[in-house]
Nanobody, 123 residues
Framework: QAQLVESGGGLVQPGDSLRLSCAAS?????MGWFRQAPGKEREFVAA????????VYADSVKGRFTISRDNAKNTVYLQMNSLKPEDTAIYYC???????????????????WGQGTQVTVSS
């Protein structure tokens, strides 16, 4: 099974950008990013197909975040632009179960998770 390690989080100001990375060891298919803010449920952010040709975003990040992957490096990225204070959360990378398409955003369909990386947006 793939092991996932996120990196790239940090403290930034509103309007700034960050790029998160998720390095995977082992085979992966659909990959997703989720986030969890204090006192809130884990929520879907974005997902991408194995080929990179299919992707989907939560409405709250559409137009600001971009998910991509480099299969040669076994790495998935989340480019986050125009960050807002409400984007503050722990961000998790996840690998979906075999055969799950990218447009399924139920966290229960993902069976491998990274440890998370903190993103804080504050002035």
């Amino acid at each position: 099974q793939a092991q996932l390690v996120e990196s790239g989080g940090g403290l930034v100001q509103p309007g700034d950008s960050l790029r998160l990375s998720c390095a995977a060891s082992g085979r992966t298919g659909t990959m997703g990013w989720f986030r969890q803010a204090p006192g809130k449920e884990r929520e879907f952010v974005a997902a991408i197909s194995w080929s990179g040709g299919g992707f989907v975003y939560a409405d709250s990040v559409k137009g600001r975040f971009t998910i991509s992957r480099d299969n040669a490096k076994n790495t998935v990225y989340l480019q986050m632009n125009s960050l807002k204070p409400e984007d503050t959360a722990i961000y998790y990378c996840a690998a979906a179960r075999t055969g799950i398409p990218y447009y399924k955003n139920d966290p229960g369909l993902y069976d491998r998770w990274g440890q998370g990386t903190q993103v804080t947006v504050s002035s």
